[in-house]
């Protein structure tokens, strides 16, 4: 993994180690308690919020940048990035915004500054597990912070339409590739699994629907059932049978057409 | 709509007037007679093909830059590219196959001619009526060919890649966005509507199952059924209804969850 660059020589000459015109923006959403969570960080001396996001190494893969900039922020290793979407709108990236964010860092300023230049940026999201995430900002940020996704604060540039595509994005995922398996424990109910799939969605879904299309994708394996002990009927224990989750996750989910 | 640049200028001084670094390549499929095409260029002295791409000029909106590029080679008009992935390979684009490719125009080619640097490239792809298109090769290529899609010839760069990862992400998205609209007359038959399906899939479908969920996503609108005076029960006509296509389009197709 490449190792970020010192922040004055990133500032200053950062055109001489990154791919122009392209940066690269992460949307880090967290499962926890039945929410879901953004991850956004305030840069200094402003009110509004952005995405975790970076650039390209003139050396680097793009899905290697994405995962360093997941790393820098989160501490999480192997985490699978989805790549969503380029937003690539002329005036993205332009106007006062940037020149003021380089001015907090006391930078010299020409107007030809690598950092003014027009930029195309790459989004991917993730989901992860909350309780595993650290965040930490980085030293041109005053915080890096969870936020409900009901709750996000004003963020800066397009990023806020950057999130909203990137949970349709999901949103439209769990049509097709099967969701879970780095938020769950080894051995879950289906109700735990519909829990995920309904704070994803933002909707309550029909149980008896539920179990019948999630275990008709073939993607569970369903465990001895243990004695319980209990006066109630103890629920069916699954787990995800490696094998046909990542080939679904690859191939798209077993459909009727 | 930008204007394509003069040949020259673009070879020897592209770099005044486009992004660095980024590209653009199109899948574009054709539907005939059940069978599967897609759109080929064989750039000039090369035995390969490759896909018809290009660059986005420094003030030109991505998805305009994708339609230009698309209208330039095929005549055709607004029709919906859907974006479907980057390659950013730090070895896509390298090596001596620009550079033979440069030799061909005759261009005095130094280290750092622009078209040497690294490119990632954005792709898109888009499903048209095959005779609606009229194919022509730009002035660095012999020919703009039709290829089906189980016989195409070896491709220069990752385009082959590219190429497979549009089909898949095609396929993908009959799972959750309407298709078709573009391909067929005002009215049709729900075989019609299969056909596309099963050619797009590659495998044949079951017609209960198929009419069942494609009736489901309310996205078809049944005619008045005409007097045949044939001997056999004429198949009842459908319509896309606008309104719930579109719908559908942007925000995916009805599902179970």
New interface residues.
Partial sequence: MQKELPSVEFLTNGQDYF????SLDNVIFGFHENELKVLLLQPKLKKEWVLPGGF?F??????DAAARILKTRTGLNNIFLQ?F??F???KRSRGTVMRQLLQTTGTKITNNHWLLQ?F?T?GYYALVAYDKVNPHPDEFSNECAWWDINKIPELLFDHQQIVEEALQAM??Q???QPIGYNLLPKEFTLKNLQSI?ETI?GRK??RS??NR?ILGYGILEKKEKQYSGGAHKAPFLYSFSKKTYFKALKN?LD???
Same sequence: chains 1, 2.
Avoid: C, M
């Avoid at 791919?19 to 392209?22: A, I, N, R």
């Avoid at 003139?58 to 899905?63: A, C, G, N």
């Fill in positions: 791919l122009p015109s392209v390209i003139k050396d680097e893969e793009i899905d790549q979407r380029v690539g709108g002329t027009r195309i790459i949103r439209l769990l049509n097709y799939y969605l879904l029909d629907n539920f299309k798209g459909k009727d057409f």
